[in-house]
């Protein structure tokens, strides 16, 4: 995200936050620079976690999941802190996303669906607010049959099915050699949402080892009102799913 939009958006989050008795979703931004890329546990004890849904070589029967880990920094599974992929706004260091290669279900072409993820629990101050998520993104070795996406969603944890409330995404597939930069997504939180479990991350589902690697940066998450958030998206400091390409040299 632009200074100039993260920026606004604390700016506006802070001018109209709800008391923090009331309110439970914090900001969270990252650019992966002050992270320890050598550290497996890094992107971990930043709040990064991962789990992977299972399903069939059709995609269409669920067969099991596996939910919720710490994120590793590096190895064969998930995500990892890598470096020199930055263009001029991304800096030295990236996360980059793939798919978990540590499970075996490759071999005999089940697609797994892999997630890293952060998530926070919704209070009663946060209802009428529209959570923002924005990030830059670039394609890394993704192939085959391998789909990605960036994700912002409600589940249901008071009832305990965690089944969808509220999801929106964004396809990270083919974005390309250069950074896309300020890819934006917006949720609106429902009133009867109270309790319930917001999750914001990036997916890729691949089969047969198929690459999937997906680089991504400059990571912002804020709960503002609505009216600031229309004020947002009306003078182009955001809009949901809007990319702005720069030509810029991986």
């Given at each position: ?21 009331w309110a ?38 669920f ?80 192939g ?8 912002l ?39 009867g949402?109270?309790g ?53 040299q991986?």
């Amino acid at each position: 995200m632009s200074i100039r939009k993260l920026q606004a958006l604390a700016v506006v989050a802070c001018l109209f936050a709800a008391p923090t008795s009331w309110a439970a979703l914090t900001s969270y931004s990252q650019d992966f620079e002050g992270l320890n890329q050598a550290d497996p546990g890094a992107l971990g004890a930043d709040g990064w976690l991962v789990g992977a849904n299972v399903f069939d070589s059709t995609g269409n029967t669920f067969l099991y999941n596996y939910f919720s880990f710490p994120a590793p920094n590096g190895g064969a599974g998930f995500s990892g802190i890598d470096i020199g992929q930055g263009g001029t706004n991304q800096g030295a260091q990236q996360m980059v996303v793939y798919n978990d290669y540590n499970n075996a279900d490759h071999n005999v072409g089940n697609r797994i669906q892999a997630n890293v993820f952060q998530e926070q629990v919704i209070g009663a101050g946060d209802l009428g607010f529209t959570s923002i998520f924005s990030f830059d993104a670039k394609q890394g070795n993704i192939g085959g049959d391998t789909t990605a996406l960036a994700f912002l969603k409600v589940l249901d944890l008071v009832g305990g099915s965690f089944a969808v409330l509220g999801e929106v995404t964004v396809d990270t597939t083919a974005l390309g050699a250069n950074w896309v930069e300020d890819i934006t997504l917006s949720l609106a939180i429902d009133g009867g949402w109270e309790g319930q479990l917001l999750q914001f991350g990036f997916q890729n589902t691949a089969s047969n080892f198929d690459d999937s690697g997906v680089f991504y940066d400059n990571i912002n998450v804020a709960a503002v009102p609505v009216p600031a958030a229309v004020w947002l998206f009306g003078s182009g400091l955001g809009l949901l799913g809007w990319m702005r390409r720069r030509a810029q040299q991986s």
